[in-house]
T-cell receptor, first 114, second 118 residues
Framework: DARVTQTPRHKVTEMGQEVTMRCQPILGHNTVFWYRQTMMQGLELLAYFRNRAPLDDSGMPKDRFSAEMPDATLATLKIQPSEPRDSAVYFC????????????FGDGTRLSIL | AQKITQTQPGMFVQEKEAVTLDCTYDTSDPSYGLFWYKQPSSGEMIFLIYQGSYDQQNATEGRYSLNFQKARKSANLVISASQLGDSAMYFCAMREGRSGGGADGLTFGKGTHLIIQP
């Protein structure tokens, strides 16, 4: 079964450090999403790409977060500098062509900022 | 206003009983899609079922069915013959608009924590 792969699975770091999360979407999927899950806010869409071009990043704090897709097999989400309020589970998801296609989620990166 | 409302924070159900998880949505777009995902305690998000706004019939996938009432803007998930392994968080989500070329971002509800008791 094809899967979305996210690394690292867990990350603990100190406030102010740069954090980079990586995602390998399912081969052939043309849309890649980043979501964040917290107890308070639930699941929120941060940004997404179609055919590697950014489509919407309105959910992402622009001052410290950046998302890129350097090639079709890699999406990255960076936080610099990190803050304790960024502690959350970050999910990457990918979907094939077609508006009714389900998004396939990775297992998430559990991020703790001390 | 909440776009997706799940009014049941938690539910306890006896094994083998049917379960209905409520979801209401709010959109003015005539074209939208509704999704249900399951999140077990291990944390992964598992797609269960999809209903499009123009679909004439309620979606079904194995033990899962979607009770879609468009006029009421509700899309309740029904799980028949519940099993212990169904214990998990369940999220309703919506995609608004019709996008050429691919999927769009989802808006999620807060979820329902379902516990199946033996």
């Amino acid at each position: 079964d094809a899967r979305v792969t996210q690394t690292p699975r867990h990350k603990v770091t100190e406030m102010g450090q740069e954090v980079t999360m990586r995602c390998q979407p399912i081969l052939g999927h043309n849309t890649v999403f980043w979501y964040r899950q917290t107890m308070m806010q639930g699941l929120e869409l941060l940004a997404y790409f179609r055919n590697r071009a950014p489509l919407d990043d309105s959910g992402m704090p622009k001052d410290r977060f950046s998302a890129e897709m350097p090639d079709a097999t890699l999406a990255t989400l960076k936080i610099q500098p990190s803050e304790p309020r960024d502690s959350a589970v970050y999910f990457c998801a990918s979907a094939p062509r077609g508006g009714n296609q389900p998004q396939h989620f990775g297992d998430g990166t559990r991020l703790s900022i001390l | 206003a909440q776009k997706i409302t799940q009014t049941q924070p938690g539910m306890f159900v006896q094994e083998k009983e049917a379960v209905t998880l409520d979801c209401t949505y709010d959109t003015s777009d005539p074209s939208y899609g509704l999704f249900w995902y399951k999140q077990p305690s291990s944390g992964e998000m598992i797609f269960l079922i999809y209903q499009g706004s123009y679909d004439q019939q309620n979606a079904t996938e194995g033990r899962y069915s979607l009770n879609f009432q468009k006029a009421r803007k509700s899309a309740n998930l029904v799980i028949s013959a519940s099993q212990l392994g169904d214990s998990a968080m369940y999220f309703c989500a919506m995609r608004e608009g019709r996008s050429g070329g691919g999927a769009d971002g989802l808006t999620f509800g807060k979820g329902t924590h379902l516990i199946i008791q033996p």
